[in-house]
């Protein structure tokens, strides 16, 4: 069997590179991998580096059909996690998001369609939901996306649908909560406020911190891939819940404890532009598959905490 991962060298995709060749899957087992990715910011050689050697390495843009035609053929299994995928810069400058997220995976799935790829993973996000005030998301639910980011995720779902639908590939949905884990670049909030907190600088919350997130480890995200690679339906989307749902504000009173300070190292911030309230998944779909998330909040927090602390050289060579 023949994998290839796009956009394997960033945060959640180096995370299921690194469980791959290691045996993590063992439906998987054996498997010779093929990383493709552009190497931007977020992607980082240094996320692959405890499994160097064991995965073939492809530094291209999931825009080039030339190169996709070229390095799909010959994978039994396509998982695309390559994505711009920072809200914040998406407010800021629009085009890259729409270029990659939806350019992007209609340029793929015509790659994998002529290549005749039989399974294809599109990893996508809640976010393409907007906003809900109370309960949570079915599968079913409309698309009304309030960002730049989400919106172009929206696209680059609706376009791996149609492949489905329209042509036949064997593509499935997954859309998840927000991730944290180790390896995580330091502008999402867990990573962020953590590393702020290491080097004594305050940590910048937005609003009155009363905005909803569901969290997951990045490993359960994976394990909910992994699972949908396995087992999921073509033109189907899969929920993958988290373990937690917390306003910003109690996710910032766990890590400054965690970390050993107060609420004076908070400097509140203005909010975001169309800020989105709450994300909630309903995962009921998925669990009939078996599956279940292994890493409670908690236990899962402190270790990402931990790992930071440990890993200094990591994430200063990003600040």
Known sequence: ????????????????????????????????????????????PANLAPVEGRFDFVKGDVCDAGLLAEVVPGHDVVVNFAAESHVDRSID?????VRT????????????????????????TDEVYGSIE????????????????????????????????????PVSITRCGNNYGPYQYPEKIIPLFVTNLLEGRKVPL?????NVRDWIHVA????????VAERGEPGEVYHIAGTAELTNKELTGRLLEAL????????PVADRKGHDRRYSL???????????????????????????AANTEWWKALR
């Open 134 to 169: 109370e309960g949570s998301w079915r599968e079913d639910a409309p698309l009304a996306p309030r960002s730049p980011y989400a919106a172009s995720k929206a696209g680059g779902d609706m376009i791996a649908r149609a492949y489905a639908i329209t042509h036949g590939l």
């Open 260 to 267: 050993g300070h107060g609420w004076d190292m908070v400097e």
């Open 220 to 227: 359960d995200h994976c394990a909910g891939i992994q699972l």
């Open 206 to 210: 937005y609003g009155d911190g009363g």
């Open 1 to 44: 069997m023949r994998v290839l991962v796009t956009g394997g060298a960033g945060f959640i995709g180096s995370h299921y590179v690194r469980t791959l060749v290691t045996g993590g899957y063992p439906a998987f087992a054996g498997a010779r991998v093929t990383v493709l990715d552009k190497l931007t910011y977020a992607g980082n």
């Open 282 to 308: 309903d995962d009921a779909k998925l669990r009939t598959l078996g599956y279940a998330p292994a890493i409670g909040f908690e236990e899962g927090l402190a270790a990402t905490v931990a790992w930071y």
């Open 101 to 124: 997220n939806v350019l992007g995976v209609q340029t793929l799935m015509q790659a994998c369609l002529d290549a005749g790829v039989s399974r294809v993973v599109q990893v996508s």
């Open 93 to 97: 400058g629009a085009a890259e998001f």
